[in-house]
T-cell receptor
Framework: AQSVTQLGSHVSVSEGALVLLRCNYSSSVPPYLFWYVQYPNQGLQLLLKYTSAATLVKGINGFEAEFKKSETSFHLTKPSAHMSDAAEYFCAVRLEGGGNKLTFGTGTQLKVEL | NAGVTQTPKFQVLKTGQSMTLQCAQDMNHNSMYWYRQDPGMGLRLIYYSASEGTTDKGEVPNGYNVSRLNKREFSLRLESAAPSQTSVYFC???????????FGDGTRLSIL
């Protein structure tokens, strides 16, 4: 069965510092991987997705993620945090041919401090 | 430029009451979804509709029913609400199946 694990339910960084949010997946076949962002009292927004093309995926708002098969990881990064990046981030996985079965991680709350 | 609109935004029910959560999208998307979000559990798919007239069960369908009224609207009904259904409910849509692209702002439902 596919699953996804987000390490760290809360991450705090200083404004201007590197953002690194960790996501590891479990799948016996090549997966499709996604990152979503949720701002307070809003629905989720799709940040970026990996669908077996380039392993480095660029998304909106300066975020990017790298698919590493050997490490079964899909960590989300941003070189320089901004106050507006404070939100909850969800990693999700879907198997090719898996229909609409999107399995979400439990989320990482990102706090950005001055 | 509404995107996905959910009504109501908040609701408090008593155990055993019924209600329908409404969802409409104006992006001409084919696929629509209903998720519930609970603390520490991420989002879980309740029901999915690939296109008008079709619906499929997701991960946690028990206690819910859905109707894809037309291409724009996808409603979620709780026939007899239970405290375990206290949650935040999100409707989402996408051009086609696979993964949701656009979410509504959610309905916060409390069942006493």
């Amino acid at each position: 069965a596919q699953s996804v694990t987000q390490l760290g339910s809360h991450v705090s960084v200083s404004e201007g510092a590197l953002v690194l949010l960790r996501c590891n997946y479990s799948s016996s076949v090549p997966p499709y991987l996604f990152w979503y962002v949720q701002y307070p009292n809003q629905g989720l927004q799709l940040l970026l997705k990996y669908t077996s093309a380039a392993t480095l995926v660029k998304g909106i708002n300066g975020f990017e993620a790298e698919f590493k098969k050997s490490e079964t990881s899909f960590h989300l990064t941003k070189p320089s945090a901004h106050m507006s990046d404070a939100a909850e981030y969800f990693c999700a996985v879907r198997l090719e041919g898996g229909g609409n079965k999107l399995t979400f991680g439990t989320g990482t709350q990102l706090k950005v401090e001055l | 430029n509404a995107g996905v609109t959910q009504t109501p935004k908040f609701q408090v029910l008593k155990t055993g009451q019924s209600m329908t959560l409404q969802c409409a999208q104006d992006m001409n998307h084919n696929s629509m979804y209903w998720y519930r979000q609970d603390p520490g559990m991420g989002l879980r798919l309740i029901y999915y509709s690939a296109s008008e007239g079709t619906t499929d069960k997701g991960e946690v369908p028990n206690g819910y029913n859905v109707s894809r009224l037309n291409k724009r609207e996808f409603s979620l009904r709780l026939e007899s609400a239970a405290p375990s259904q206290t949650s935040v409910y999100f409707c989402a849509s996408s051009v086609r199946g696979g993964q949701p692209q656009h979410f509504g702002d959610g309905t916060r439902l409390s069942i006493l």
